[in-house]
């Protein structure tokens, strides 16, 4: 019974504490003017008893009713600090505790230290997501760029070599070196394949030109291609007009997302499926591979080290600043 007594809020506490020294005055009071009334109406205590209890009953219900009122009031700035730290504590940092009339100057002091501390930490937090996005911008531009110059330049150079290969091939006395040149062709033809593939990786053409949809598709078959892993797509027929910035992300997203599962989980099965809900555009990617707790990498807490779950956190970043989420 203590203890449930001591785990009452404060709010609690305090009524139950002022309301016990009203009874007991009122008990006191009543008991010393019934006596009083005895003393000098000898034999008609017995009437004044239905009256005083009627008086009785009602005077505690009104000072209690008073109480509760005016604590409820005085710890009315309390509870808001209290509701303001839990929004805080789930992530809500717009929160503010607002100055109220009633407030205690200490409580209202510490609102006030409370407010500024938010404000600093919601401006570094908007540094950072302009940061963030400016850096995920650049990447993007450098991935185009490296992409066109591996096509434009590399691709054609090796092109190139292997042209020169094949005239060297129908020169006199070429036949010495036949099984030599046959390997540079074969060697070369494979760098292109790996240029191209990773101009592709890079920056994949699909995505200015077609659209969000086409890319997914080729994402799709190129990863299945390249890693074994049998992927089900599920894609809307209407086609889906996203601006660049969202279409970008919503890709990399998926792209990162059947890497960590062929790369980490080890799976033989992925299933894509892309939606909308209205006016969101959901997109889910689920595996049969190996699980992991998601505490232990996503997140501003995360403390891993070696670099483990950068690529999740890339992902969070991304959805984000395309205005939606990552689960």
Do not use: C
Not at 58 to 75: E, H, K
Not at 286 to 303: E, I, N, S, T, W
Request: glycine content about 8%; cysteine-free.
């Amino acid at each position: 019974m203590t203890q449930r007594l001591f785990g009452l809020s404060l709010y609690y506490k305090v009524l139950i504490a002022n309301s016990a020294l009203v009874v007991l005055g009122a008990l006191a009071g009543t008991a010393i003017t019934l006596d009083v009334a005895t003393m000098r109406a000898p034999g008609k205590g017995s009437l004044y008893l239905p009256l005083t209890g009627l008086f009785l009953v009602a005077g505690l219900a009104l000072s209690i009713l008073l109480n509760a009122m005016v604590l409820r009031a005085a710890l009315g700035p309390l509870n808001r600090l209290q509701e303001v730290a839990r929004r805080i504590g789930e992530g809500d940092l717009s929160v503010r505790a607002q100055p109220t009339l009633l407030a205690d100057v200490e409580v209202a002091r510490i609102a006030d230290t409370l407010t500024i501390m938010l404000d600093n930490v919601q401006s570094y937090e908007d540094q950072v997501r302009n940061l963030s996005g400016a850096l995920i911008r650049a990447q993007e531009d450098e991935r185009q760029r490296i992409a066109r110059e591996l096509h434009d330049d590399t691709g054609q150079v090796l092109t190139l070599l292997l042209i020169r290969l094949k005239l060297l091939e129908s020169q006199p006395g070429a036949e010495a070196v036949q099984p030599q040149i046959a390997e540079l062709r074969g060697l070369i033809a494979s760098a292109i394949d790996q240029v191209r593939r990773l101009a592709l990786n890079l920056r994949p053409p699909t995505i200015d030109q077609l659209g969000l949809l086409p890319a997914l598709r080729s994402l799709v078959a190129t990863f299945a291609e390249s890693t074994g892993v049998h992927v089900s797509l599920d894609l809307p027929r209407e086609p889906i007009a996203l601006a660049r910035e969202r279409t970008l992300a919503v890709y990399r997203v998926v792209q990162e997302a059947l890497t960590n599962a062929a790369k980490h989980a080890n799976a033989q099965h992925i299933s894509m499926v892309v939606r909308r809900e209205g006016d969101w555009l959901v997109a889910i990617v689920r595996d049969d591979g190996r699980g992991y707790l998601p505490d232990a990498f996503v997140g501003r807490h995360r403390q891993s080290s070696g670099g483990a779950g950068v690529g999740l956190f890339g992902m969070e970043e991304r959805a984000r600043l395309a205005g939606g989420t990552l689960s």
